[in-house]
């Protein structure tokens, strides 16, 4: 999926390297929590976290929150002794957050750390403004404490904080509904319990009648980040609907760009990933020798990761649809029996590619795992390469083209000669990724239908068993080994 509009201006403002003066650049988190020492890295001015539960996201997003103290005092300042407490069960020691921060031109590395009974180098963190926005957020206004007694009294509303138009506007696009005004109001006597009112159709209605994504996002958007600030939002797509996930990310690029604050966020929705460039996606990572990441996933690959309903016996992973699309036809065509024991996660970018072939060799993986790169890719550890030495529609489709298109027309039910031209003239335009688009849509045929029916026909016609081999002998191999 592109990114949408709002993404790609902040990207394009990231990428010519002047902005953001404050940023956290790394993290290396040892004793906590099963993390020993991994370097985390934010590459992107919002990046997304991403793993099962118990992985070690809110790890990663509390440290984060630990490494600066925010102006002033109270409750705005945050320590890690906030988030790792030493409890009757739990005895914290031994514990180091290590960090890289960026400021200006200069990067400063520094670390809290916990040797014993307590936590040292607090005074020694860079001041920056923190926002820690965890799952609290997403509690009904009448389990909140204090909440109940104000909603049954006779308390009368003290100071308002009024949306603007423009942040009015911000919150009816994220939830698809058109309000008329917006503000958060306090009570008399009680000013730290604040309550969220919205007016729509001409009815204010208050937080204790809100649905949950609604108060979710009033409060949120009620926030006033400054610039240069750090946001942590944990479990971001909490109680909202796919397109308001969509439309809050879009909205937090817009803020990222025009104040330049870095956001970390961690979430289990394909929806918030598909938003964000591959940068900005981290996937962690656990096995028997501890937590590491993934950075550049892509979205069908962390959802896969975190769902086995089909429980297969061997993960096989492809840099994206196309490529499965060709090893799924030439292990039909070559040896049927293994397509049900294995499992095809399209994983995103080569550089992905590369290190999941690392963790292979490591046996890192919950089950035996093969890793593919397409043919326009080098050998490197625990890698395997797609035959045709280019990307596999240029491989396909000029394999197929040398020996004019056999079987193509017979498998679409189309005519022989409308096939064969549309699909030479697809490959005029220049950009290879096109192609099998241009020509499904010529011949009314599905752009996934089309390149199924090209795939099984160039492992048909233009491989022998040694070619197939490089793509089946791998996967047997691996199944055999289980």
Request: negative net charge; hydrophobic residues 40%.
């Amino acid at each position: 999926m592109a990114l949408s509009r709002e993404m790609r201006r902040l990207q394009s403002k990231w990428l010519a390297g002047k902005s953001w003066p404050k940023r956290l650049e790394w993290m290396e988190i040892t004793g906590l929590r099963g993390w020993s020492g991994h370097r985390i890295e934010f590459r992107f001015p919002i990046v997304a976290i991403v793993g099962e539960n118990g992985s070690g996201k809110s790890t990663i997003l509390q440290a984060a929150a630990a490494s600066y103290r925010s102006p002033g005092t109270g409750k705005k300042m945050k320590f890690a002794s906030d988030f790792f407490l030493d409890t009757p069960w739990d005895r914290i020691q031994n514990a180091v957050i290590e960090y890289s921060v960026r400021e200006g031109d200069g990067s400063h590395q520094d670390s809290v750390r916990k040797p014993t009974n307590r936590w040292r180098g607090n005074p020694e963190r860079r001041e920056r403004n923190i926002h820690y926005i965890d799952l609290s957020r997403i509690q009904p206004l009448s389990a909140r404490t204090g909440y109940l007694r104000i909603a049954k009294s006779n308390i009368k509303e003290g100071k308002t904080l009024s949306f603007d138009e423009s942040s009015v506007k911000r919150l009816s696009s994220i939830m698809g509904i058109e309000y008329k005004s917006a503000r958060i109001a306090s009570t008399v006597g009680y000013d730290g319990t604040l309550v969220p009112i919205v007016e729509r159709k001409g009815v204010p209605y208050s937080g204790f009648h809100q649905g949950a994504g609604e108060l979710t996002a009033t409060e949120l958007l009620s926030r006033q980040f400054e610039k240069y600030s750090l946001v942590i939002i944990d479990e971001i797509e909490s109680s909202l609907h796919p397109r308001a996930q969509r439309r809050l990310i879009r909205d937090l690029a817009d803020i990222a760009r025009e104040k330049e604050i870095q956001f970390i966020i961690s979430t289990h929705s394909p929806y918030v990933l598909a938003e964000i460039p591959a940068e900005g996606r981290i996937y962690i990572v656990e096995s028997d020798s501890g937590k590491s990441t993934v950075t550049g996933v892509s979205p069908e690959f962390a959802m896969s990761r975190m769902d086995e309903e089909n429980h297969p016996e061997c993960d096989v992973y492809v840099e994206d649809d196309v490529s499965g699309e060709l090893v799924k036809e030439a292990i039909i065509a070559t040896e049927h029996d293994l397509l049900p024991r294995m499992q095809i996660i399209p994983f995103g970018a080569a550089s992905v590619g590369l290190s999941l072939g690392i963790m292979a060799t490591q046996k890192r993986f919950p089950r035996p795992s093969v890793v593919f790169l397409d043919g326009d890719q080098d050998l490197s550890d625990g890698i395997f390469v797609l035959p045709g030495e280019d990307a596999p529609e240029q491989v396909v489709f000029e394999g197929l083209k040398a020996l004019n298109w056999p079987d193509v027309a017979g498998r679409l039910g189309r005519p022989v000669s409308t096939v064969i031209d549309a699909l030479n003239k697809a490959m005029t335009l220049g950009n290879h990724h096109d192609w099998t688009k241009n020509a499904a849509d010529v011949l009314f045929v599905g752009t996934s239908h089309l390149w199924q029916a090209m795939c099984a026909a160039w492992i048909a016609h233009c491989t022998d068993e040694t070619q197939r081999e490089l793509i089946v002998g791998p996967v047997r191999s691996a199944l055999e080994n289980t």
